[in-house]
């Protein structure tokens, strides 16, 4: 595959570099990328065998396409379609000739360009939770989300180095009239963060805003903007087997302004696709298939993400299930499917523990475990993600943020040289000696290690004076610390005016009405 | 790597059974296999220069060895030593020479041969926490270590299917006097369980009656136990590049009666060590090659294993930290140098943490995520550690166990064939339906899926309702539980008569004193 063309940091260049930045000592702003080969549980021949199972899914079974529009796209391309009805079957023909126009990797802009991002190759991208509808913190309890929670959200990802982007509302803000929701939202995330958003595929309306805004704040005219992807948006199917009109509607849009589909099944084995993974990644691969071929015959190389969404369910009550050993092994086999057709991978950082206990710890860990064998290139509800996705949490965005820096850090190089060998130290100190007063320890003792957010190595006595706090209470403490320190980053005058005179305009014409 | 002969199971066969035991649903008893490759941050040039410089570090700096037996099986073996000193330096001819005598795998035997463990290629063992001074639990908080405790810790790694084996004693029994204290620990191994165990190297007395109580407890003479290993000993050598005199005395005895001796430097980067990476896996590899070495020299195949435990400190603290991405680096690399000399690697699943939260389980996801890239063959305290091994957590180690469990299930393979594949019931549900129904569901979805021990997936609610338990809150439930349940395995009269007897006549001897 080929890489994006990015300068190449000297081995061991950012190692153990941190800066007072947001409110708190955290690693710099960086490109984190894949440097481990890729953890693949399938071999070749059972990739196609899913891949061939999809594609028979595809043209036997066929999906419901809701929006007559998509209907026309699939026809125009020849699919045969019943008359009257929505049941779309693919031929494999077309759908792997669509495919084939699929950029491998492309650049998705900020508006501000330090923060553009690398999408595909050896990059990995980290986004913000999205679109829990509850949010929680440790003072203030689990509750609906709200216009000043969400925000908060926003001034958090923003300050956080580890967070390279925004995956929708972190979480939703139910005080917001739907019909402007998106104007206030999108104007937050242009105002309050200067990092590469999404915007949400819920009909035209809406979708178009997202779009022209996303133009607003990158200052630039629409046919950059095509040339230019500035925005993404996050589709899913309705597993099984059914791609509704909005989302239709947010495919064709977005593929026709050259922005971001993230294609993404969302296919929980056992409930909305096959008990076993298999046949949920072959369904989910079958869904995904024939959405990123709607999005590339809209319009030819318009950039895609192949999105994996695999768990499954506790059988006992149906409730879903994350970061367990299937979800891993899916959002593995998930990077082959994604590999095998050359296209940047989407997975997920999840869990579903109810509080910031172990469970949200050690399922988050399992899944960036998989995320990063997977060498996914976005990572999803990265931060902030907890419950399933049904709350957006204030501490957890700040200990996963610890958790991707250490990810991070892993992936840097173990560097073998003279110097790192260190024998010249080893005969210094000799031994029954100790190394710290060596002269090889002092000069690289500030910056050797990586020094976590949230990781507590007092010992006990230490620990207990300070009140005993656990990982979630040291997490609070950084979260007001950082939403104190937060500054919002500088936005030219003209944009500002420009964005302010859309939402005007826009909120008077009514906003975006539900049209589906 | 020749791998250790095993019926091989089927494909799948062991996928999601589950068996009520031990007082709670577990999975059964079942030897762990890698089946993924290992992850390897070093490429082979590098492995070598780490080989070298380790090499270079005996030749040049030598090592102090405090037992003059130890030396003299250095001179014996042609190594120079000075007239009255106890530095050895080691010729590269001597070392691999001795070294190449080493077995790749062998069998460590139990007294139940059900619990006979391959040992290296392709197999994962997992030890319970070892010599923890303190204990904790919810209930009573932390405290030093009692033998009632300790005996507790011996019921639950009965009772925990996934813990192959005992590393040691779980905590350390401090109301037992030192001199008999390894009589009284030992002859609860043998009789609270029925898996196999491990003996301190803590002068000639007590390994000698280690060893003679593993030989009690397989009923077997001595020639038969010399030729199948049936205890182990851990070394560690006190770095930097000493070996101490009880440690070394192990080495000999053990390996002299063909007993598993797994050499374990402890190298903390910046304080045992170098504080470069590289230079505390040089050092590492110095203080292993030479142990292991020793052994050889001992007795050409007895066996051995390659100990890791290169972490780093805190450098503002000099607090020792685990489950770091130092940590990781260093235990992937490790596996690359015990594959180098194709030996069986020993690893760690550790933490830092002063309370079982989301620290303790990220940290000790992530050193499971090293283990497992690093085709580790014996896991130490891969189940109860906490606090950097100050503490042996009750909650923690049954939460361990269903870490432990998820890693068994993760690399268990993803079966694709026509069945899995779900064509047919992909048909049926068809497009908008749902799963729960379908034949191809109901037949499989009672084990389907790993069954968690304590991951809560109840919704909001019901949680809240049940007291809002966090994780650790739900360990400690099943801790009381398995306590309540344990009843201790069969064990042949004439095996206890003969233990009790020894171990009456070595207390009224006075046990084993201390001697160095």
Known sequence: MSEVSEPAPRRGERRGRRERSGGLAQLPWRAVRHRLPAIEPLSTDEVEAVHEASLRVLEEVGLDVLLPEAREVFRSAGASLPADGQRVRLDRGLVMEAMASAPSHFILHARNSAHDLHVGGGAMCFATVASAPNCA???????????????????????????????????????????????????DLVTLTDKAFHAYALGWGRIRDGIEIARIARGVDRATLEREPSLFTVINSSSPLRLDAPMAAGIIEMARAGQVVVMTPFTLAGAMAPVTLAGALAQQNAEALAGIALAQLVRPGAPVIYGGFTSNVDMRSGAPAFGTPEYMKAVLAGGQLARRYDLP??????????????????????????????????????????????????????????????????????????????????????????????????????TAFYAPLISDWRNYESWREAGAPDAAQRAHVLVRQILRDYEPPPLDPAIREELDAFVARRTAEGGAPSEF
């Open 137 to 187: 913190d440790l003072e203030r309890g689990r509750r609906p989300g709200k216009h000043a929670d969400y925000r908060d959200f926003l001034k958090l990802g923003q300050s956080l180095n580890i967070v390279h982007l925004f995956g929708g509302y972190p979480v939703e803000p139910t005080d917001l009239h739907p019909n402007v929701r998106h104007l206030e939202c999108l104007r």
């Open 345 to 446: 991978y989407r997975s997920s950082n999840t869990n579903a523990a109810t509080t910031v206990d172990a469970q949200a710890a050690y399922e988050s860990v399992f899944s960036l475990w998989a995320v990063v064998g997977a060498r996914a290139n976005l990572v999803m509800h990265a931060a902030g993600w907890l419950e399933g996705g049904l709350v957006a949490s204030f501490e957890k965005m700040v200990l996963d943020a610890d958790l991707l820096q250490m990810v991070a850090e892993f992936l840097e190089p173990l560097e073998v040289n003279e110097a790192t060998l260190a024998l010249d130290a080893i005969r210094e100190v000799g031994p029954g000696g100790h190394f710290f007063g060596a002269a090889h320890t002092q000069e690289r003792y500030r």
